[in-house]
Structure formats: C-alpha cells, structure tokens
C-alpha cells in the first residue's frame, strides 16, 4: 500500500485531480490480473460498476503513467483470420503478483520476460515496435519486434526443455511470413540450441 501511494499514485494525483482514485485502484486491481493479455474491458467496467468509457479512461491513465503498454496485433498475414485486440504487458511485474497471488504463472512469467526484453533494448537505445500474433483458432507469438535489425518474432515458455510442437508453431508462423528471416524461443532451461534459423535461449541470458 505504501508502495502505491509513493510510487503508482503521486504522479497520478497531480495529472489527473478530478479522477476518483478509489474507483480507479480498483480497477487497477483487476489491470494488474491480466499481465500479457487482451484486457476484457467490458468485464472489468461491469464488475466495477462503472461506464465502459470511464474504463478506457483509467487505462488511458495507466498507460500515460507507464504502468502498462499496449501491443498491438502483427497483421501482414493475410492468410489467418486475426484477432484485432492488442494485449497489454503490465510494467511492475511483482505487483502483478502482490496484488493478485493466484494469478495465473504462465501469464506473469510471460510478461516478466517482455518486460525485461522491452527494458533492454530501451537500455541500449535500439528503436524497435513491438506487436504481437494471435489467430482466432488460437495460434500465437508472444512478441515480435520490428526495428532497423529487421523483424523477430519471439516465443516464451516457462518450460525446461523446448520441444518439437514449439519448434514447428515458429515454423509455421515464419512460413506465413516470408519477410522474416530468423525467430527465437526463450524457455527456462539452460542451454543455447540452435534449430535451422531458430534461436533457443535460456531466459537467464536476459537477466
């Protein structure tokens, strides 16, 4: 709590004085449950009892204070039908976690590694896009970056070892998109494997 109202509010309060901050902690509770997904906005304006508008409008704020950032959807495919919703990378990952302990690990693993890649090639001043692929049958690349180095998509799994169907998804994804030359995956393991023109790395190598 002290965190929050040092470090997440302060800022808030000066930008946005006639914002009724207790009805946007809430919904800010329920922002930081969805670490690396599409936020079902229409949900959380309901369970909150307030207008959808007043929803955008506190993620708007969320997104101004760099607290959250959109990634949109990777939509030179012409071949897949694509969900157009972005999906959002929450920026404090641990208070993904405090605010919500049985929050699904896969998610926060996910979004703990985007945010850590988002951070590094913004340590280092590489100017970059990030999107996202998603396919209304389900089909998925975590991350894809898009900058003067090219275009690279990237898979994260909180796994040990990376296996054969992870392998071929990249495969079919870069098969899709013939302007990309070259993919990674990052999974929880140890070693580097290098599979055709996929890269597989330890997630420690970010850290």
């Given at each position: 709590?002290?965190?929050?109202?040092?470090?997440?509010?302060?800022?808030?309060?000066?930008?946005?004085?006639?914002?009724?901050?207790?009805?946007?902690?809430?919904?800010?509770?329920?922002?930081?449950?969805?670490?690396?997904?599409?936020?079902?906005?229409?949900?959380?304006?309901?369970?909150?009892?307030?207008?959808?508008?007043?929803?955008q409008?506190?993620?708007?704020?969320?997104?101004?204070?760099?607290?959250?950032?959109?990634?949109p959807?990777?939509?030179?495919?012409?071949?897949?039908?694509?969900i157009?919703?972005?999906?959002?990378i929450?920026?404090?990952?641990?208070?993904?976690?405090?605010?919500?302990?049985?929050?699904?690990?896969?998610?926060?693993?996910?979004?703990?590694?985007?945010?850590?890649?988002?951070?590094?090639?913004?340590?280092?001043?590489?100017?970059?896009?990030?999107?996202?692929?998603?396919?209304?049958?389900?089909?998925?690349?975590?991350?894809?970056?898009?900058?003067?180095?090219?275009?690279?998509?990237?898979?994260?799994?909180?796994?040990?070892?990376?296996?054969?169907?992870?392998?071929?998804?990249?495969?079919?994804?870069?098969?899709?998109?013939?302007?990309?030359?070259?993919?990674?995956?990052f999974?929880?393991?140890?070693?580097v494997?290098?599979?055709?023109?996929?890269?597989?790395?330890?997630?420690?190598?970010?850290?």
């Amino acid at each position: 709590k002290q965190y929050i109202a040092t470090y997440v509010l302060q800022d808030v309060v000066d930008a946005y004085p006639r914002t009724d901050f207790v009805k946007w902690q809430d919904f800010m509770n329920l922002l930081f449950s969805y670490p690396s997904q599409i936020l079902p906005l229409a949900t959380i304006a309901k369970t909150l009892n307030i207008h959808h508008y007043s929803a955008q409008h506190y993620l708007k704020i969320a997104m101004t204070a760099q607290l959250c950032q959109e990634i949109p959807i990777y939509s030179k495919s012409s071949k897949r039908r694509l969900i157009k919703s972005p999906k959002y990378i929450m920026v404090d990952s641990a208070l993904c976690g405090s605010l919500n302990p049985d929050i699904d690990k896969g998610y926060l693993f996910e979004n703990i590694i985007v945010s850590q890649i988002l951070n590094i090639l913004k340590a280092r001043l590489i100017s970059y896009q990030p999107y996202y692929w998603r396919t209304a049958d389900g089909a998925e690349i975590d991350l894809i970056l898009k900058g003067d180095f090219g275009i690279v998509p990237l898979e994260i799994k909180m796994t040990n070892e990376v296996t054969a169907r992870m392998i071929r998804k990249m495969k079919s994804f870069m098969e899709l998109h013939p302007e990309i030359e070259r993919g990674a995956i990052f999974y929880n393991g140890s070693l580097v494997h290098v599979v055709e023109n996929i890269t597989i790395f330890p997630v420690s190598v970010l850290f």
